[in-house]
């Protein structure tokens, strides 16, 4: 019979995948049991620390803990003037887009807790203090820029955030509104 054969052909196929499977794992483990010959490849040279060893081939640079500090990394390199400004651009909008965020919720939590008087007064300092960060992100865009449209979304965003107890209808009319402009300063930043 064809399938026995084959059964059994899968059979032994499997048999030895699982063999070669605990041979490499025996292996793999052997390279880090200090008891076995292949701990470290065979090497038993102890590992210079500290700095003090100097490997192979940088001789030239053995007197590297004299050398100045450089406080000029990768992040520190500059693409000229327009590329900075482009980058402080997107990270401004990025900024803005996450102090959008909190806006809503703080109105959301401002909305929940009317009857509370209280926790009302806890989320109304708490949205005061989102609608400060909101409204001082204006500065970033300054009118004529780019992006200076922005702050007349920022300026309607933040009068509708200071409404007094919002229907749900009206919060999720607000979280669309907000939703929409942190969609349009996602696509600005690509």
């Excluded at 390279?31 to 940088?58: C, I, K, N, W």
């Excluded at 030239?60 to 003037?81: F, I, Q, R, T, V």
Aim: proline fraction near 3%; aromatic fraction near 6%.
């Amino acid at each position: 019979n064809s399938s026995t054969g084959t059964y059994s052909s899968a059979r032994k196929m499997s048999q030895q995948l699982q063999e070669d499977m605990i041979v490499s794992d025996e292996a793999f483990r052997a390279q880090f049991d200090p008891s076995s010959s292949s701990y470290h490849g065979g090497v038993v040279t102890l590992a210079a620390v500290g700095g003090a060893r100097v490997p192979e081939g940088m001789e030239a640079h053995a007197e590297w803990k004299s050398l100045p500090e450089s406080s000029e990394g990768s992040s520190g390199s500059s693409y000229g003037p327009e590329y900075d400004s482009v980058e402080r651009t997107r990270n401004n909008l990025g900024e803005l887009k996450k102090v959008l965020t909190n806006l809503v919720a703080s109105v959301e939590a401002c909305s929940k807790v009317e009857g509370n008087e209280e926790k009302h007064k806890v989320a109304v300092a708490k949205r005061e203090e989102v609608i400060a960060q909101v409204a001082a992100m204006k500065k970033l865009f300054p009118e004529g820029s780019t992006y200076g449209g922005k702050q007349a979304v920022i300026d309607s965003l933040v009068d509708k955030a200071r409404q007094p107890m919002m229907s749900k209808d009206d919060l999720f009319a607000y979280g669309m509104m907000v939703k929409k402009e942190t969609q349009v300063i996602f696509s600005n930043q690509k």
